[in-house]
């Protein structure tokens, strides 16, 4: 099959071309559609009059579209790519799979002839989708086959996944190598993207905490869904002001309870999916923090993918991918990762050389992260590292 494009991406921080796209765009509630906006001022939409490619749809996962996370990478993605010629819908929290098909028959309907479908719920959606809709293509994200139920992966169907895995373990392996002892996993959803990075996370700590022989806790928790609130706040609080030094919030806008805490006792956060330093730059710009609360941020290339995606559709390549499974990781490429551009490297000690020494190490083969995704599979840990899983 044919591979994205192996872009150095992982060094660039996203945030303006993520903060042109939605500003682009009209504001959405959850359960309907909202189409993007004229006048964008993004150069690829600019252009979108030559694509062959005429109307896409994204049929987001579940929380906001301005999640500055999941949904927005891909959103950011569709809209750059096609400008004015785009639309999203957002599902209800607690969308059901025929709720999800709605979405992707009014995609259809209002002439998407690609649909991009980001998160594993919409597996079972794409089976009947995949059917019903012969000449449509789908660009599924953090779906796999097992997900869709299907044998095989539909011919007009492609689904992108990551290593999540590994860009979780070089976040916790920095964290505790730069000297953090105390820290906190806050997840959205028990997913297997979000597990992966959950896992990876304590494997990296694990793996730091082996070399300089300090000893690590860690907090563990899944919220239950994908975007801030009070009583998520109030655990966030609680644990900060127990002694919690830094949280890696991994789960869409979740993060927003995890930041709000964090600032309020002086801690860290890291980031996830997107490079989410922009979010603390602003906010000391604008007098809202007195500090970048943003250590590091654990990356995939969501907007990268699929805008590699659509140019491959564009260009007439589509049989390359149709219904193959794209997993991307650092054997593949700089797929997943930590940004290491100056603005966004706000570690203490933990050097950027130390940072590519190991990915290097997971590269090669030579360190081999557990990509389990099962929740009730926990990550085995030496004596230096105390896991609290909380229910």
């Not at 600032?263 to 500090?291: L, P, T, W």
């Not at 603005?343 to 190991?358: C, I, K, L």
């Amino acid at each position: 099959m044919s591979m994205i494009s192996r872009r150095k991406f992982m060094a660039v921080a996203g945030a303006t071309a993520v903060v042109s796209a939605l500003a682009a765009c009209g504001s959405s509630s959850s359960g309907t559609s909202t189409a993007a906006s004229t006048g964008s001022s993004s150069a690829a939409g600019s252009e979108a009059g030559t694509k062959a490619l005429s109307y896409v749809a994204l049929c987001c996962d579940t929380g906001t579209i301005d999640d500055e996370s999941f949904n927005q990478a891909c959103w950011t993605a569709v809209q750059n790519y096609m400008g004015e010629n785009c639309q999203y819908y957002i599902p209800e929290a607690d969308a059901s799979d025929e709720d999800r098909e709605t979405f992707i028959r009014q995609a259809v309907n209002d002439g998407a002839e690609v649909v991009v479908c980001v998160g594993y719920l919409y597996g079972a959606s794409l089976a009947w989708a995949a059917e019903q809709y012969p000449d449509t293509k789908f660009i599924a994200v953090d779906v796999t086959q097992a997900d869709i139920g299907t044998d095989t992966i539909p011919a007009n169907c492609y689904c992108i996944t990551f290593k999540e895995e590994q860009a979780g373990y070089l976040a916790g392996y920095a964290v505790a190598k730069d000297g953090f002892t105390k820290l906190g996993f806050l997840g959205g959803m028990a997913v297997p993207a979000v597990i992966r990075y959950g896992y990876g996370y304590i494997q990296g700590i694990d793996a730091a905490a082996q070399e300089t022989g300090n000893a690590v806790e860690v907090n563990y928790f899944y919220g239950g869904q994908f975007y801030g609130d009070a009583n998520i706040t109030s655990r966030m609080e609680g644990w900060y002001s127990n002694g919690t030094e830094i949280v890696f919030a991994c789960g869409g806008g979740i993060y927003t309870s995890a930041l709000e805490a964090a600032v309020k006792n002086n801690g860290y956060v890291v980031g996830v999916d997107v490079d989410q330093n922009y979010i603390g730059v602003n906010g000391v710009e604008d007098g809202s923090f007195s500090y970048n609360p943003f250590i590091t941020s654990a990356m995939k290339g969501l907007t990268e993918s699929v805008s590699d995606s659509l140019a491959n559709i564009d260009a007439g390549d589509w049989s390359s991918i149709a219904g193959t499974n794209g997993n991307f990781g650092l054997e593949e490429g700089d797929y997943v990762g930590l940004p290491t551009a100056e603005d966004s490297w706000n570690f203490r000690t933990f050097t950027v050389e130390e940072y590519e020494a190991v990915k290097a190490k997971i590269a090669s083969g030579e360190v081999v992260v557990d990509n389990s995704s099962e929740d009730s599979v926990k990550p085995t840990t030496s004596d230096l590292v105390t896991v609290n899983y909380i229910q």
